[in-house]
């Protein structure tokens, strides 16, 4: 799903995605353990060329959300809708917060990784799932 | 190496002024500002110029020599972008430029074009500051990111909105009388808690309006002003920059701003200054987190007590170190690439003593202006002082 009108894939991100949906989600990892996503051609931290591909952890958790009402024209219909950054061991990722209620979202919330569809346009987005 | 002044000032009103062009609103402003330097266009050797969305709103690129035009100065014109940081890597290019001699005076401003865009549209435009792929892409904006470190911020240091409230209730007291300003009236507390959420814990009252506006400066070296006589009572002493990661997601902290730290340490040791100097202080207020933030950063308050610093009434006009004069972002408005000119434009006046809160800081001699660039994965401090 690209928005490109060659329909050209981001790679790295697009594969991480599939990835994701396979249940098969990885992040990079230099050989100083600084952890990164994907496209990466360097270590961000280091600039270490040497990265490689490891399992993403299964267990995140919550470190902060908010409940948005004001979304861009990509996301109309899905507002209001939860946007979290959860942390998965060396890497922290930003998704939608779902099958949770916006009054029991709290930071430590223990959440699984999942790939899921905007309500509006039907793109694929990052989302988290209670745990 | 040549020290720099501020000769001249230049501020559209800021607000909803949808029809009006970025090349409109530009020239205004630099004509204000050539007003009130007193300094010939025909001297000015470069215009460095600030502007972070005017592909989106007006379908336009390469505004350098555009807004050259505008201002009616034939001279070499560069944009600067840098998201909401855009004029202040503007004005930092032309202050070290007039410093190492390259040129003696610079024009350097910014302008943005947004409500023509709607709220909608404008929000989507914002966002393209933040992280296309793993950020946007997931549904954050803006108001949404800095309410992922409002959040974090109350969990690792507490406050509350009670707290951010405050400080939209200070910033909007302080504009009124600023003629400039998109909002001259004053809100309570209870405005603020009661109004409708934007993104959790933020509400619209904790959130800068979306403008219109453009903002210049004429910026001439110690050795012009001396020779040519023209009155420019104040410098810009220091200048720092400093970044981090661009999506919040990858930083250190999610309740406190690193770029922000490098660059105000390096803004300071540039003019010579400290934190313990500054006699008051234009903070990045985009949303009410965002002055806790920066205040903390300046080195002005430890980190986690700035919270309630306006609660207090120490960042208040009559406190011991007022912040956002001006009225802020959340009350003065925030046209994204006029702010950081802007922001050393009010600096200039009340510590020259011809801006409407001017009484308020009537001794003071050294001042910061801090401006951020998306979630503050860029910041740029400036340090202005009155001329000896």
């Known amino acids: 799903m690209s928005d490109d009108p060659t329909g050209a894939r981001d790679a790295g991100y697009d594969d991480f995605l599939d990835a994701a949906e396979a249940g098969e989600a990885y992040y990079l990892s230099c050989p100083e353990g600084h952890g990164s996503l994907p496209p990466r051609t360097v270590c961000p931290d280091c600039g270490d060329p040497d990265l490689a591909e490891e399992p993403l952890p299964a267990a995140g958790e919550v470190e902060t959300f908010t409940v948005a009402h004001v979304a861009t024209p990509a996301f109309a219909d899905d507002a209001p809708y939860v946007t979290a950054i959860a942390r998965f061991g060396p890497v922290r990722l930003t998704g939608q917060l779902r099958g949770v209620d916006p009054d029991e979202a709290e930071a430590g919330l223990p959440v699984e990784l999942a790939v899921e569809a905007s309500e509006t346009t039907g793109r694929r987005l990052l989302a988290f799932r209670p745990r | ?115 023509n865009l709607g709220t909608a549209g404008a929000t989507e435009a914002l966002a393209i500051a933040a992280d296309e792929l793993w950020e946007v892409r997931a549904g954050m904006t803006f108001p949404g990111a800095y309410a992922l470190m409002a959040r974090a911020y109350f969990e690792e240091y507490g406050g509350d909105r009670e707290d951010l409230a405050a400080i939209a209730v200070k910033n909007h007291a302080n504009a009124v009388g600023n003629d400039l300003a998109q909002y001259q009236r004053e809100i309570t507390v209870a405005d603020v808690l009661d109004a409708p959420p934007v993104a959790e814990p933020l509400g619209l009252y904790d959130s800068c309006p979306i403008s219109d506006g453009a903002s210049a400066l004429v910026l001439v070296s110690d050795e012009y002003a001396e020779r040519t006589g023209v009155d420019a009572p104040v410098a810009v002493t220091g200048t720092g920059q400093g970044g981090d990661g661009m999506a919040l997601q990858d930083r250190d902290y999610l309740a406190r701003t690193p770029a922000a730290d490098e660059a105000a340490a390096e803004a300071y040791d540039d003019a010579g200054v400290g934190p313990g100097d500054v006699d008051f202080a234009e903070v990045h207020d985009c949303f009410t987190i965002a002055e806790a933030l ?88 400036h340090v202005l002082e009155v001329a000896a």
């Open chain 2, 1 to 115: 190496m040549t020290g720099v002044r501020v000769a001249g000032v230049g501020l559209t009103e800021f607000g909803e002024t949808p029809e009006r062009t970025g090349r409109d609103l530009f020239g205004t402003a630099a004509d204000r500002a050539f007003a009130d330097a007193g300094v010939p266009r025909a001297d000015v050797e470069s215009l460095r110029y600030g502007n972070f969305m005017g592909e989106l709103s007006e379908r336009q690129g390469h505004q350098g020599p555009l807004m050259a035009e505008a201002a009616g100065v034939r001279a070499p014109a560069t944009r600067y972008e840098s998201a909401c940081a855009s004029s202040s890597a503007a004005l930092r290019a032309a202050v070290r430029d007039v410093r190492n001699g390259e040129e003696e005076v610079v024009l350097v401003g910014g302008a943005e074009r947004m409500t």
């Open chain 2, 294 to 381: 920066a205040l903390e950063s300046l080195d002005l308050y430890e980190t986690g007590e700035a919270i309630g610093a306006a609660r207090r009434g120490e960042t208040t006009r009559d406190g011991e170190l007022p912040v956002n004069l001006s009225g802020g972002l959340k009350a003065k408005g925030h046209p994204v690439g006029a702010t950081g000119v802007s922001q050393v434009a009010e600096v200039t006046q009340l510590l020259r003593g011809d801006h409407v809160n001017s009484d308020a800081v009537a001794d003071a001699e050294v001042a910061v202006a801090h401006n951020a660039g998306g979630t503050v994965a860029s910041c740029i401090v």
